[in-house]
């Protein structure tokens, strides 16, 4: 990853992503189908709603029966964290016009959005409309792609596990985790190290008592508390 | 499509927009308070090591969550692959194959 930030580089620098979006795409294609969902619902879902891990949730409350208005408020706090992201993301897009911004506030994913963290790193602190917009739109497609491919398949791949590609999405937050460890100048790495295991407890000992979802959420917020306080300590 | 799937189709997709589109238009009109971007400064780091921890534990309602050790194994290929090549693309390939011979020689 260099410092351009044209849409071509876009393209490049997404595309270690794509795995990720690849193995969790045709899995989730594979559990849609096995969870008999059609094939314009299986299309609604990655292109309309877009929600990655939330498509999973609401596929087996699907399955369940559960009512419309408990699935969709489900959904909303899945994604909560979308809105920690996006007002974070965001700060580097405010010379850009509203429709610019709501373009890309529209396709803001996990991935996407720890991508352009490690490309500020590259860039001393910026970003680009072009640049954003290139790795959004290949995520986008990409993970539509390959739900569809995954729903077609379905009754074909007895065992897609064995693969190892379900390990992908794991292995890409490693890496991009990794890259902004050593890469965040303004925080240091001693710092963020310290955060990372505050997170990893915190997460650990929340997923006792909390979904997996929300104990996301409660690691994430107190990390951020505790890293406010430690960074006033130094 | 049933109407139902309809329904939740366009209900999920509102909530899941207004979630990422929102603090777009509010940061854009708006300035942030000083504590908020202090804040917003760790969100990268924490929230990557939070995903990155869904992947490496297992989760059982109302007791203490145990380690997912084969996906723990298979990381440790990948993250020396990140510490020598500082490639994400070689973190993912490197991660691929240690699962995929994991399984494959069922460790």
């Given at each position: ?89 965001a700060?580097?897009f405010?010379h850009e016009s509203l429709t610019r911004n709501i373009l890309l506030g529209a ?22 409309f072009?640049?954003?917009s ?101 | ?20 589109v929102?603090?777009f238009v509010?940061?854009k009109q ?78």
């Open positions: 990853m260099d410092a351009s930030l044209t849409f071509r580089s876009g393209i490049k620098d997404v595309l270690p992503t794509v795995f990720g979006y690849i193995g969790v795409g045709l899995a989730f294609g594979i559990v849609a189908h096995t969870s008999h969902l059609g094939l314009w619902m299986v299309a609604g879902l990655s292109f309309i709603v877009y929600a990655g891990s939330a498509q999973f949730i609401i596929t087996s409350m699907l399955l369940a029966q559960d009512p419309i208005t408990s699935i969709i408020l489900s959904t909303f706090l899945v994604n909560s964290r979308m809105i920690l992201m996006s007002t974070s993301l700060q580097y405010r396709l803001v994913t996990d991935e996407t959005f720890a991508l352009a963290m490690n490309k500020q790193n590259q860039t001393a602190g910026k970003l680009s072009a640049w954003q290139a790795a959004n739109l290949i995520a986008y497609l990409v993970w539509g792609v390959a739900t569809l491919v995954g729903a077609y398949l379905g009754g074909l791949i007895k065992n897609p596990e064995q693969f190892g590609f379900d390990f992908a999405l794991t292995a890409m937050f490693i890496g991009l985790v990794y890259l902004q460890l050593i890469s965040d100048r303004k925080l240091g790495v001693r710092l963020q190290l310290l955060v990372m295991a505050f997170v990893a407890l915190i997460y650990y000992f929340a997923l006792g008592v909390i979904s997996e979802n929300m104990a996301l959420l409660v690691a994430t917020a107190a990390g951020c508390l505790f890293g406010m306080e430690m960074k006033k300590c130094r | 499509m049933s109407l139902t799937e309809l329904w939740i189709i366009l209900g999920c997709a509102v909530v899941t927009l207004l979630s990422r929102l603090p509010f940061v708006l300035q942030m308070p000083e504590w908020l971007l202090s804040f917003l400064t760790f969100v990268p780091i924490t929230i990557m090591t939070a995903l990155t921890c869904q992947g490496l534990f297992i989760a059982h309602p109302g007791h203490l969550a145990t380690v997912n050790w084969e996906n723990l194994w298979a990381a440790i290929p990948a993250t020396l692959a990140g510490i020598l090549t500082k490639s994400l693309l070689a973190v993912v390939v490197v991660g691929i194959a240690a699962m995929a011979c994991l399984r494959y020689f069922s460790i």
